[in-house]
């Protein structure tokens, strides 16, 4: 076989060797081994980029949920409070007899997420009680209506979201004993204000049923707030974890039946949550590039939970026709990472590919069976690789239709790998700036290998 280098709209690049032609339509098109082979290498950086909005994410239930506050110098901010409802312990709940209430602590396992600033930031996260009904199937842009605070906790240095904590488990009729627990937010609430709400006249009306308890209750809101000045970050809540069930905790003090009193727990599960996800590019070089779709831009965004995705198109790509039926053997996007300001903040550790149909629904593109989860980035090289060789012959071919591609944030640790992950998430917030057209170091570009037999 002879293979030789070949640009198209571009300078020559180098000499590259193939061992073998493969028969597979995963990579090309069958050639004749009888044929002698021209293999060749394209680099085209006619590759056009810009920054656009990413849709809105369902967050009802959605297992792992963002709660923070961030400040990004190049994507400008994010806000990220949860919203949930509780359930009672039992139907026909009671406190019992001469109740009083010790403490009321909010509890919920971390995720396996963070990202941000956890050593310089002071965080501060309010509980508020919501003031309208939880319902279902709420997106990530939806802005929940709160009433007052139910309490707070100041001070937190460090979302320990890794480490395991010591608390004091009450037993009944026995002592309080230390117990070690997995990685946990624990959040303690205003006694006299959760009295008023759950020992107060007529209780009895309001715990008799699930329904009677969430219009008395209707649910709590938790926000994150910093100072101006600092990065901050977001943390991930494991709300679907079975070690740590999110839930509120209530311990408090009865008369039992011989006169005496009985310290006791009583947990009202959380029985529903959402996401309430704000962005604000405003003042950033995103907000021009939002401000003009139809442009290309040499630095272009990707970020998570409802915000930005990369849309790429190839001016370029159908004029190969011309070459006559050539097979292609490979296609990659190239894609590495532009300059940032910070580096807090790196880059995602995994981003992934979609096109839309000609209804604009998001489809797999058909070289993503073996990488569902995304593709990784490389550290060393600063860059993610993207298959698109079936994309590309099929363009060629005839048999495809060709669409713009998007770039989109996915997430390898919450998410499996097993499945489809092109839709937009709000399971982690790890953001990527990348070189886009005419990036004065690092161009996007689309290598492609093929090979022609001599006609």
Partial sequence: MKYFVQGLLITLIGLFAFSSCQKSDLIGLD????????????????????TVRDDSVNTFNIGQYPLGSLSD?????????????????SSGFTFGTAAELDSAVLVMRYGNDFYGDSLNT???????????????????????????????KEGIRNFAWRDSIRITQIVKGGPDTLVKVAPQLRIKLDKAKVETK????????????????????????????????ATGGIAFLNMAATDVVARLDVFYRNTNSSGGKDTLT?????????????????????????????????????????GLKTKVTFPDLKNLKQLGNIAINKAELVVYTGTSTTSILEPSRTLTLYQPDIAGQRQSLPDQALEWGGVYYSN?????????????????????????????????????????????????????????KDHPEFKIKLNIYYTLPHQ
Avoid: C
Wanted: glycine share 8%; net charge positive; aromatic share 12%.
């Fill in 31 to 50: 050639i004749n081994p009888q044929d002698s082979v021209n293999g060749k290498y394209i680099a085209n950086y006619n590759v056009n980029t810009v």
């Fill in 73 to 89: 110098p190049d994507l400008g901010t994010t806000e990220a409070g949860i919203a949930m409802q509780l359930s009672l312990p």
């Fill in 122 to 152: 002071a965080y501060k996260i309010d509980v508020y009680e919501l003031a309208e009904k939880f319902g279902t199937n709420y997106y990530s842009n939806k802005e929940w209506s709160v009433g007052e605070s139910k309490g707070s």
């Fill in 198 to 229: 759950l020992f107060g006249e007529g209780n009895t009306q309001y715990l008799a049923n699930n329904t009677a308890f969430v219009n008395h209750l209707k649910g709590l809101y938790l926000k994150v707030s910093k100072a101006a000045d």
């Fill in 266 to 306: 009583a947990s009202f599960n959380v029985a529903g949550e959402a996401a309430s996800i704000k962005h604000n590019y405003e003042g950033t070089a995103v907000k021009a590039q939002l401000d003009a779709p139809l442009q290309t831009f040499s630095t272009v965004y990707v970020q998570p939970m409802g």
């Fill in 380 to 436: 060393a090289q600063k860059r993610y690789i993207f298959n698109l060789s079936t994309y590309v012959q099929r363009i060629l071919s005839g048999k495809s239709e060709q669409y713009p591609v998007y770039i989109i944030s996915s997430d390898d640790k919450f998410i499996s790998r097993q499945s489809r992950n092109i839709s937009t998430i709000a399971t982690t917030a790890s953001r990527s700036i990348l070189a886009g």
